[in-house]
């Protein structure tokens, strides 16, 4: 018996008698051993070590250099962990610094480089290109060239370099070299730090299925990134491959050419070649054969980053976002005065948002806030925090429900654009615009928390839910009264211009009354201030559940939690029981009327 015992108690300690810590010091050696007395130079020489259950501890300093992991971990308690040393700032980095820039008059100043610099990328050759890509008739390249930390903007010829407004460059390759011409403005480049993009991304697998890795603490930046189409294989700064189970966690992620973040798909299922409903259709089909579920991709998390200075998206993702949550992040300056569109660009930009929770986050001064675009079903989005957005705080794209967005502060001139049906919308504050744009596309609905298809519809528009919100802009939801699929509306308030539903009961409607929103987002928090009528606590509002919810249409699904428990809206905004018997209107369980001052982020 004492023999089975010890036996037994050997094996539940393996895992961690079998873990080892590699430490990265940038005085360190590739050929030590990585203890914490003999430490490795660069990460990626402990990448090549690193087995299953292991740690990587990066001491403070920049590191230039693309990591790719040649292996991940085998489950949530036998991941590969790189973390940045506690208290230390460790720097990843996409660039280079360049240095032997001459003058050429006028502010103008040129280096060459030799193609050989690049090695077997050159970003300065690579433009950005890809389905739903809009060049808007120029070039733009993947490179950026960087000033003290500050990105120059890219002008189309040389005889545009003088915009007297901007720090701008401009490249020209041939078969030798590489050309840049940059105006800094009157600074000397060879005297300050000027760094160029030289690596297509920071930290990515070049496989699939590197699973259950952790990346925690760092500050990364500098990424020639390529457009990331849900149709391609998409690369970002930090990106998952097409895998399960990573954490990124607590890192400042900035200054991508295109995408901070992807949780997305591969490339066998299609790259670039299906710029269409139809198209994208195949490309689920495909994913689905090669065994998309939840056995195999998603289930990430990402957490606490602060993500900005993004071409085109902070965190998105095709497919590969699935079961994952999304939470605690600070994303803003995305696509913000980048002389190309597109489709994909959004603070948060996912496509099959299936199970996946988009919570606590505080997303300003992007392009679009979220944007949930094809199969977000039983998807949450709860509890986020959005201004100046150049479009919509939150955009809805040919999904049909069951998705809930709960406890959201929409500030921006347009709050939501709905181009879905079945979703469920409460206790969410509303300060800007609603518009609603049925579509002809026929987009999959699954079955319950699966990715298997049960199904194609297009989108008459209408099946929604709202109950509890507080409207203070916009035309409100008579914009639904000509949906082809009816909507549900009850304890609502309407203040100012918005206008209830047609037949909409338990209203409180005043169209006098100015609740004077204002918000002061400073560099370390965000106040919140507003006005509630008299007549707040005449509200009759209930609880809402799965069960006063009921199923969406389409799907023919209940309304549940992502992780698919019953879903009760039972807490506020900031986590506060609500009253179970008659809840507040609106994001806030405030009891009385009047004036409101809160801090909304952080909290």
Not at 66 to 82: C, L
Not at 131 to 140: M, S
Not at 234 to 256: C, F, M, P, R, Y
Not at 551 to 557: D, E, G, V
Request: charged share 20%.
């Amino acid at each position: 018996m004492r023999i089975a015992i010890l036996v037994t108690l050997l094996a539940l300690c393996s895992p961690q008698l079998d873990a080892s810590e590699y430490h990265v010091s940038i005085n360190g050696s590739d050929t030590n051993n990585g203890s914490a007395a003999a430490p490795l130079k660069t990460i990626s020489a402990a990448a090549n070590l690193a087995q299953p259950g292991d740690v990587i501890t990066v001491h403070a300093g920049t590191y230039r250099e693309r990591i790719n992991p040649p292996r991940g971990g085998t489950s949530d308690t036998k991941r590969i962990t790189y973390r940045a040393a506690q208290g230390e700032k460790v720097v990843i980095k996409g660039s280079e610094v360049v240095t032997g820039w001459k003058k050429t008059g006028d502010g103008v100043w040129k280096l060459t480089l030799p193609n050989t610099f690049f090695g077997d990328y050159n970003p300065y050759k690579d433009v950005i290109t890809g389905d739903w890509f809009n060049a808007r008739g120029r070039d733009h390249h993947t490179g950026e060239v960087y000033i003290n930390g500050d990105a120059l903007y890219e002008v189309v010829s040389l005889d545009k370099i003088g915009d007297a407004k901007k720090t701008t460059w401009y490249c020209k390759s041939d078969d030798k070299n590489t050309h840049i011409w940059a105006n800094f403005h009157g600074a000397d480049p060879n005297k300050e730090l000027v760094e160029i993009n030289v690596r297509p991304t920071c930290f990515y697998p070049d496989t699939p299925g590197r699973n259950y890795i952790t990346v925690s603490g760092f500050t990364m930046r500098h990424a020639a990134t390529q457009w990331a189409a849900p149709t391609a294989e998409q690369v970002a700064l930090i990106g998952t491959h097409w895998s399960k189970g990573w954490i990124i966690e607590n890192n400042t992620i900035s200054d991508s050419k295109c995408v901070g973040v992807t949780l997305g798909k591969d490339r066998a299922s299609g790259h670039n070649n299906a710029q269409s409903a139809d198209g994208y259709n195949v490309v689920v089909k495909r994913a689905l054969e090669s065994g998309w579920s939840k056995d195999k991709i998603g289930s990430h998390i990402v957490r606490n980053n602060t993500i900005s200075e993004c071409g085109a998206a902070g965190i998105c993702g095709s497919m590969g976002a699935v079961f994952s949550e999304l939470t605690g992040n600070h994303i803003y300056n995305i696509h913000m005065n980048k002389p190309y569109g597109g489709a994909e660009m959004a603070g948060i930009k996912i496509h099959a948002a299936i199970d996946t929770l988009i919570a606590n986050n505080y997303i300003h001064h992007t392009d679009r806030g979220i944007w949930l675009d094809w199969m977000a079903q039983g998807t949450r989005v709860s509890g986020n925090v959005y201004h100046d957005s150049t479009h919509e705080d939150l955009y809805v794209e040919v999904n049909h429900g069951p998705f809930v967005v709960d406890n959201n502060i929409f500030l921006s001139r347009t709050a939501l654009g709905d181009s879905s049906q079945g979703g469920a919308y409460i206790h969410n504050l509303f300060a800007g615009n609603i518009y609603r744009r049925p579509q002809s596309r026929h987009t999959p609905y699954h079955k319950e928390h699966s990715t298997e298809i049960a199904g194609l519809h297009d989108i008459p528009g209408g099946d929604n839910r709202f109950y509890n919100n507080i409207f203070a802009g916009g035309k409100g939801l008579q914009i639904y009264n000509d949906a082809k699929l009816p909507i549900r509306a009850d304890g609502n308030m309407y203040l100012g211009e918005p206008k209830p539903y047609k037949g909409e009961t338990n209203s409180i409607v005043l169209p006098d009354f100015n609740p004077q929103i204002k918000f002061v987002a400073a560099k370390d928090a965000v106040d919140l201030s507003f006005t509630l009528p008299p007549t707040i606590g005449q509200a009759k509002t209930q609880l809402v559940t799965t069960a006063l919810l009921g199923k969406a249409k389409i799907p023919n699904l209940a309304y549940k939690n992502f992780d698919g428990k019953p879903l009760a809206i039972d807490a506020d905004f900031f986590g506060k029981s609500r009253n179970r018997q008659n809840p507040s209107p609106g994001p806030l369980e405030i009891p009385a009327k009047g004036k409101i001052d809160v801090k909304i982020w952080p909290r």
